[in-house]
């Protein structure tokens, strides 16, 4: 392949070139037919193949613009499943689909931070933990690119908001860049190797994503990343400076405007054609892989990837409350159930946006609860609330009140509409809508009873109701199959085992991203640095409404038997960790078993503790099986942006296995032996403190300033010590007029000597 593409781009003209450097219309690559070069299509993606029929739509305007596709859960859901074989299995079924409608790149996984729970997006991502969106994303990405079909993961980097987000810039400081926000993109390029990137549409720290340093210096030379770039629809600022960045494709096209700049750029010398060249070769690797790689287009077994939906469904879902065990209801004995909610009949089952499909089939919570109940139960459904307009409709509660008082427990449906949460705008609050509120508490004062059920793709707030929910079940946006999946919980025909992967706080003000979100004059700071999500709950020790990685199931588990496979260890060495989980209750479920890594001190301020690893086991009750993990020396690093690499320090580490973030059962302390030196660039500045941290810096500290020896020494001896400690080198010389008549010229040569 590649000796075709270099004799192909040996014939191309200037032209040519530039043509293919943006798409031939909305979903298409260009095409050169004196060359027979074809092209390609791509579309959205991430939770189902939304293809717009007509080939040059955005297909965006409803759903049946766009051609049938199976309706998966969103990207909230399927992370809360933490279970990267499912991911897989859902990548291979979207890339089936794919190719069976002629799609050779999906455009997907989205990967980004939650950085607040108001992101309209947050439905579309994975996680505020780095570690959990990049393996999750790995997983998408190797399941959908084995089928031949090609992902783009995006939105590269720091597209966490939709408010101005074509324009806005994310002032992220170097540290969070790299310990939170590039992570996921960085183990999903590592280990996945995807077709493509997509930059984003926002900038970052100034410059737009489409043309950052980001692009070269660290996608392209440091993670070695050969794949195509593209940028997101219509996010390309100057056409040039991106393709000097490194970014190959310009999305939507077509764009003859921008090409003709790029061959205008060549001709004057101000871009060289070798970088031309380049790109060129990307965007033809990309498509001669395409036209390589698709196997045999199968046709599509929709009954099964229906299944296969409604088992994510139930995977991804999260049993966060079960007071007095409500749950599961027992459909041999209830008598009467009222259902309750519009979502119930009409259930939210995708985000607002690019990813909404046209879902062949969707499962209907009401009926799919009735179903599950003999004919000799009275299922009684109210409507409760008008999901598209938060008023109170004192009707609706009326009679939604009436049929709770005459059964033995409600069920209601409560969750957000399309109107507080989407692609291109962030909601403004985390509460549910006041009517659905109003519901529940009218509804409590005539039935203990209550589950709820939520349908929402992203975190809210509960203070004001969670009492009167006896059970709680966050039902997501779960694709088409959540209806039966709901039941299939409620019933116990499935044992829940979803666990959250961002935080539920009690409010929005206790979010650390509050003070800065959304920004103001076109930029957002991300003040709180790398303690986004748990990171920041849990080093405050704020109490939140539900930790991450919270979930609970119909059984219980034991852990027992950590074993480390060293207590002292080298950073070239690898960790393993083992334990055993046994399922000590009375039924089957799946546990996600969560390793958390604290550097018990360090020069930086560091996260009380960070996730580093989990697996989820399933186990038949009494079955116990063992987990292994495995640490290198990266689990244990920071990123030290004044040293410009990640660092692992010597000392100290808690290997710790828990259930949730707050729900630790196992814990181990090693000792770990770094090899990273921690190079202080010694200067007249620096304060005590750091000349005295090495051996060879003392020395050189003492011998040069001997005359003040005592002084110095009885000073660190006494309550002074800390003011010592923090002094600058230079001041201390005036412990002694000699020395700081020279007190330069010392300096100098003590550095010389500490250098040398
Ligand atoms: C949208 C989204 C991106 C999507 C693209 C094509 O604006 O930001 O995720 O893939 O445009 O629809």
Redesign the pocket.
């Known amino acids: 392949m590649e000796k075709k593409i270099e004799q192909l781009i040996g014939e191309m003209t200037l032209e040519e070139k530039a043509s293919l450097c943006s798409g031939m219309n909305k979903w298409k690559t260009e095409s050169i037919d004196r060359l027979n070069i074809p092209s390609i299509i791509m579309t ?1 993606g991430p939770h189902g193949v939304r293809k717009a029929v007509n080939e040059d739509d955005f297909g965006a305007h409803g759903v049946d613009d766009n051609e049938k596709a199976t309706g998966f859960p969103t990207a909230s859901a399927l992370a809360s499943s933490w279970d990267r074989e499912l991911l897989s299995e859902i990548g291979q079924a979207l890339g089936k689909e794919s190719k069976a409608l002629d799609v050779s790149i999906l ?1 997907g996984p ?1 990967v980004n931070m939650k950085r607040s729970p108001l992101g309209g997006r947050n439905f579309e991502y994975y996680s505020e933990d780095p570690y959990l969106a990049g393996e999750i994303g790995t997983a998408y990405v190797k399941g959908l690119q084995g089928e031949g079909v090609g992902a783009c993961v ?2 590269f980097a720091c597209n966490n908001q939709e408010f101005e987000r074509m324009s806005i810039s994310s002032e992220v400081d170097e540290r969070a860049l790299r310990e939170i926000y590039l992570p996921a993109f960085e183990k999903i390029v590592k280990e996945a190797n995807p077709w493509s990137i ?1 930059a984003a ?1 926002n900038k970052v720290n100034g410059i737009h994503a489409t043309e950052n340093p980001l692009l070269l210096d660290i996608l392209r030379k440091e993670w070695g990343y050969n794949g195509v770039v593209m940028s ?2 219509g996010a390309v600022n100057n056409r040039v400076m991106a393709l000097k960045a490194g970014l190959d494709l310009e999305m939507p096209g077509a764009s003859p405007a921008n090409d003709k700049k790029i061959v205008e750029a060549v001709k004057s010398g101000e871009l060289d054609e070798s970088i031309l060249d380049e790109t060129v070769k990307r965007n033809l690797s990309i498509l001669f892989k395409a036209l390589e790689s698709t196997k045999e287009v199968e046709t599509i077994d929709f009954n099964k990837h229906h299944e296969l939906a409604r088992k994510a469904a139930v995977n991804s879902m999260i049993l966060l409350k079960n007071e007095d065990r409500t749950l599961p209801l027992d459909s041999n004995t209830l008598k009467s159930m009222a259902v309750i909610g519009e979502l119930a009949v009409e259930p939210r089952i995708q985000g607002g946006g ?1 990813s909404k499909v046209n879902t062949t089939q969707v499962d209907i919570p009401l009926d799919k609860i009735s179903e599950n109940m003999g004919d000799n139960v009275s299922v009684n459904f109210a409507r409760g609330y008008d999901l598209n307009r938060d008023y109170k409709d004192e009707k609706l509660i009326i009679e939604a009140v009436e049929v709770a008082k005459s059964c033995e427990i409600v069920v209601l449906f409560m969750g957000l509409p399309d109107l507080i949460e989407s ?1 291109g705008y962030d909601r403004k609050h985390m509460n549910i809508p006041e009517n659905q509120v109003l519901l529940l508490n009218e509804i409590a004062k005539v039935n203990k009873k209550i589950v709820v059920v939520l349908n929402n793709g992203s975190a809210v707030t509960m203070g004001s109701w969670i009492k009167n929910a006896k059970a709680l079940l966050e039902g997501w946006l779960t694709g088409q199959g959540s209806g039966s999946a709901v039941a299939d919980i409620l019933f116990g025909k499935a044992n829940p085992c979803g666990k959250l992967t961002e935080t539920y706080p009690l409010k929005l003000e206790h979010n650390p991203s509050y003070l800065n979100f959304p920004g103001v004059d076109g930029k957002v700071k991300y003040e709180e640095g790398i303690f986004i999500g748990y990171r920041y709950y849990d080093k405050r020790k704020i109490d939140v409404m539900y930790p991450f990685g919270h979930g609970l199931s119909y059984t219980e588990f034991e852990y027992s038997n950590l074993n480390v496979s060293k207590n002292e260890l080298e950073d070239t060495e690898e960790l393993i960790i083992e334990a055993e989980i046994k399922n000590v209750g009375s039924v089957e479920g799946a546990e996600i078993i969560q390793l958390y890594v604290r550097d018990k001190e360090s020069r930086l301020i560091r996260p009380e503790k960070e996730l580093k690893g989990f697996e989820k086991v399933f186990l038949k009750q009494g079955e116990s099986k063992k987990v292994i993990f495995k640490l290198r020396k990266r689990d244990f690093s920071y990123f030290d942006p004044s040293k410009n690499y990640w660092i692992m320090e010597t000392g100290e580490f808690d290997i710790l296995l828990g259930s949730s973030l707050s729900d630790i059962r196992l814990e181990e302390t090693i000792n770990v032996i770094s090899t990273d030196k921690i190079e202080i660039n010694l200067t007249g500045d620096s304060p005590v403190s750091e000349w005295l941290m090495e051996e060879k810096s003392r020395e050189i500290f003492f011998e040069f300033l001997d005359k003040v020896r005592d002084r110095v020494e009885n000073s660190l001896q006494s309550e002074n010590a800390e003011m010592v400690l923090g002094m600058p080198l230079k001041k201390v010389m005036y412990f002694d007029t000699e020395l700081a008549s020279n007190s330069e010229e010392i300096i100098k040569n003590m550095i010389k000597k500490v250098n040398s």
């Open positions: 959205d455009l989205g995006k939105h997509m549409y997101d629809w690019s692609e």
